[in-house]
């Protein structure tokens, strides 16, 4: 199993980005998958979550951030709209699939003027 994360930059305030998360070794539709975020000394945070029952965002993001999944390409998105300064860290995608969880190796997201 493996998860590659893409799609993370610097972005002004107010801007948008969409972080992908390339999974291989399984297929995302048999997963539960989430997109975590982490910044220096503090601990990693649920941001966005899909499984088979729907989908859920935390309280800082919702309404500004969704999770999608594309089982063509077996990839999970990340869609970050009206970012904030605050949203600044490294995201990662994680995946629980057979009783064990994967994480990848994270992307930087910068939001600043």
């Known amino acids: 199993v493996e998860l590659v994360e893409s799609g993370g930059g610097l972005v002004q305030p107010g801007g948008s980005l969409r972080l992908s998360c390339a999974a291989s070794g399984f297929t995302v539709s048999r997963a539960a998958l989430s997109w975590y975020r982490q910044t220096p000394g503090k601990e990693r945070e649920l941001v966005a979550r899909?499984?088979?029952?729907?989908?859920t965002t935390n309280n800082d993001t919702s309404g500004r951030f969704s999770i999608s999944r594309d089982i063509a390409t077996n990839t999970v998105y990340l869609q970050m709209n009206s970012l904030k300064p605050e949203d600044t860290a490294k995201y990662y995608c994680?995946?629980?699939?057979?009783?064990?969880?994967?994480w990848g190796q994270g992307t930087q997201v910068t939001v600043s003027s």
């Open positions: 899909i499984t088979r029952a729907g989908t």
């Open positions: 994680n995946a629980d699939y057979q009783w064990l969880t994967y």
